[in-house]
């Protein structure tokens, strides 16, 4: 029988609460470590994200903890062979170990043992997200977490860093989450002031709107905003479609070929979990 490190919510709190700071560090190129490091002080806890190996160069000297998320084979690094190339960046007394997070029934923890000597705790956010998240999506790391730590309510504070959810030549946004239901999320957390945000998230460009229009009411400022992106996403569904139609056939022949692609290991895994 597999046996879980599963902590209670008063031990979470207990263990985060020597802290003056959570930095949930972004895999992103938002990430102005030089700007983090100088304005926050050593008491500050920086929360890492899977392949930390995005954002660092050298390892890391402060508090840190790294998240690892669950996919149906257990956490991602575990089965992907990825964790000696992940936790070559921690070490010391600073680094509080491995966090194996799962925010749906489908994602399962992999045991301690599997974390190369590292300590692991694990951590359960399929019940806190259920109803919250948008049906037919699944949340990110960052976002579950982020949520998490403010329910926790800390005495520290909670910062965002490089949560931009925008796509780069270097790194993916997945379809599989809902980007925009989170920036949303993320940004009337900040504006509620239970979080704060750094880099990736400009000033709000209505804000200076209202001050220009005083007298004009603030749902109308809202409506006519929500107007105007709307005819500019109809505008770009019609682009959309032009281009669906100009690349039908290169898809044709990428998907007649796709079919030739060995089976990944995951693959394999749950046509052996469902026989």
């Known amino acids: 029988m597999k046996v879980f490190n599963v902590l209670p ?52 000297s402060g508090h840190s903890v790294l998240v690892a998320r669950s996919g149906v084979m257990g956490a991602n690094i575990v089965h992907r062979r990825e964790t000696g190339d992940v936790l070559r960046f921690f070490g010391g007394d600073d680094f509080l170990g491995v966090v194996n997070i799962r925010v749906s029934v489908e994602e399962n923890f992999s045991e301690e043992s599997r974390f190369e000597g590292a300590k692991a705790r694990h951590l359960d956010l399929t019940q806190m997200l259920a109803d919250l998240y948008p049906i037919g999506k699944i949340a990110t790391s960052g976002f579950a977490v982020a949520l998490w730590l403010a329910d926790l309510q800390l005495p520290g504070k909670i910062l965002l860093a490089g949560f931009s959810a925008k796509r780069s030549e270097k790194w993916k946004v997945f379809d599989v989450h809902d980007w925009t239901f989170e920036q949303i999320f993320l940004r009337l957390f900040a504006r509620m002031g239970s979080i704060s945000m750094m880099g990736g998230v400009d000033a709000s460009p209505y804000s200076a709107l209202a001050k220009r229009f005083p007298e004009v009411p603030p749902i109308e400022i809202t409506m006519t905003a929500a107007e ?14 032009r281009l669906m139609s100009l690349t039908k056939f290169i898809r044709a022949v990428d998907n007649f070929f796709r079919r030739f692609k060995p089976k990944t290991r995951k693959q394999r895994f749950l046509e052996k979990s469902k026989g």
């Open 9 to 60: 919510p008063d031990a979470w709190k207990t263990l985060m609460s020597h802290y003056s700071h959570i930095v949930l560090v972004a895999n992103s190129e938002a990430v102005d470590f030089q700007r983090l490091r100088s304005e926050l002080p050593h008491t500050a806890l920086y929360v890492f994200f899977n392949k930390v190996y995005k954002v660092l160069d050298e390892p890391f």
């Open 228 to 241: 105007v992106l709307s005819e500019r996403l109809d505008n770009t569904n019609s682009q959309i479609d």
